[in-house]
């Protein structure tokens, strides 16, 4: 069965400080991979989605970058985190032709 | 673009009593439709889905959702709520075949009291 990991689960920078959320994905391959956040009283706002190795697409300009260095590994960074950054992200894949999204635990980013 | 309305911040219910959680959304073609739940303290779940066919579909521990194409509604229902319903509800909609992008709504938290 498919299992998807994403680290570290909570996460206090300051700051300027810059930023590696990892995500990796076991038991499927070529799937989509995204990066949403979680802002309180928001909703979940699709930052980046990859449909395969070294391609990204970004929805909202914002201090934050993605990459897909692997089939099944997707990392969000930042250089220089600002307060705005902090939130609740969250790795997600999907496979095949039936949309259905699946998430990761999560991660708690606190700038400070 | 398309835009998913959850009409409700929080609901307070007690035990037993009958939910339901409105969703509406503003894509007028082909929609996939999508209930996630997150417990507090858990990861975001799957609760249901709406691709095609029968427009009442059920889902994990007593839920279900009904597509009203018509008022572009997918509204989620229990007819008895417990204890471990406490959570965050999110309606969900991605424009078929090819979209890359699944839009959610604001959420809903749950709470019932015992």
């Known amino acids: 069965s498919q299992t998807i990991h994403q680290w570290p689960a909570t996460l206090v920078q300051p700051v300027g400080s810059p930023l590696s959320l990892e995500c990796t994905v076991e038991?499927?391959?070529?799937?989509?991979l995204y990066w949403y956040r979680q802002a309180a009283g928001r909703g979940l706002q699709l930052l980046f989605y990859?449909?395969?190795?070294?391609?990204i697409s970004s929805e909202v300009p914002q201090n934050l970058s993605a990459s897909r260095p692997q089939d099944r590994q997707f990392i969000l960074s930042s250089k220089k985190l600002l307060l705005s950054d902090s939130g609740f992200y969250l790795c997600?894949?999907?496979?095949?032709?039936?949309?259905?999204?699946?998430f990761g635990e999560g991660s708690w980013l606190t700038v400070v | 673009a398309q835009s998913v309305s959850q009409h409700n911040h929080h609901v307070i219910l007690s035990e037993a009593a009958s939910l339901e959680l409105g969703c509406n959304y503003s894509?007028?073609?082909?929609?996939?439709l999508f209930w996630y739940v997150q417990y507090p303290g858990q990861h975001l779940q799957l609760l249901l889905k709406?691709?095609?066919?029968?427009?009442l579909v059920k889902g994990i521990k007593g839920f279900e959702a009904e597509f009203i194409k018509s008022k572009f509604s997918f509204n989620l229902r229990k007819p008895s709520v417990q204890w471990s319903d406490t959570a965050e509800y999110f309606c969900?909609?991605?424009?078929?075949?090819?979209?890359?992008?699944?839009?959610f709504g604001k959420g809903t938290k749950l709470s019932v009291i015992p």
């Open positions: 997600a894949w999907q496979t095949g032709s039936r949309n259905t999204i699946y």
């Open positions: 990859s449909v395969g190795i070294g391609q």
């Open positions: 969900a909609v991605n424009s078929g075949a090819g979209s890359y992008q699944l839009t």
């Open positions: 709406y691709f095609s066919g029968d427009p």
């Open positions: 894509y007028g073609g082909t929609v996939n």
């Open positions: 038991g499927t391959s070529n799937p989509n």
